[in-house]
């Protein structure tokens, strides 16, 4: 026989939610999804997003700007893979616009050239050339989420 998960009521599902929320920022995507798997109907959902929101434990734009700064500063994503990240988290234009301000311009070339510099110097090995090394840095820093224009001009730089 199956058993259903007991139904939380909305006071009790917002309070799980405010936990939930004050532990880490979250997205409104996240926090809906949650709420309907403690098995709110989609009035109560709606109801509680808006609550939640006025008491500010959601803030889209907060989560955007601490998400950006997060997966750069520790992952080293490049803007690409950042925006695609919080647009599959259904974050809006806006709020991905604002976070992507808040990536410092210098701090963004010196981890792309750091991180180009690291790559070019790891490929070695035997048929190794100059077309090796520029396609293989090229590829890393690509899958990393930094835009195409930009590793150009590191490459050249490297290549010098």
Known sequence: MLQRKQQLTKEQ??????????????????????LYSFGLRKQMVEES???LIEEDYLN???????????????????RVKIIHALKQKQVSTYCINRAMKEIDAADYE???????????????????NLFVKMAKT??????????????KQVIARLKE
């Open 138 to 151: 090229t590829d890393f820093l690509l899958q990393k989420g930094y835009e195409p224009e930009l590793i």
């Open 49 to 51: 997003l808006a609550q």
């Open 110 to 128: 010196k981890t792309l050239h750091k991180l180009a510099e690291q790559k070019w110097k790891s490929v070695t090995g035997q048929g190794v």
């Open 60 to 78: 889209e734009e907060r989560f955007a700007i601490q998400f950006a700064g997060g997966k750069f500063r520790m992952k080293q994503w490049g």
């Open 13 to 34: 599902a917002l309070q799980k939610l405010r936990h939930y929320c004050a532990y880490q920022e979250r997205c409104h995507a996240e926090a809906k999804e949650k």
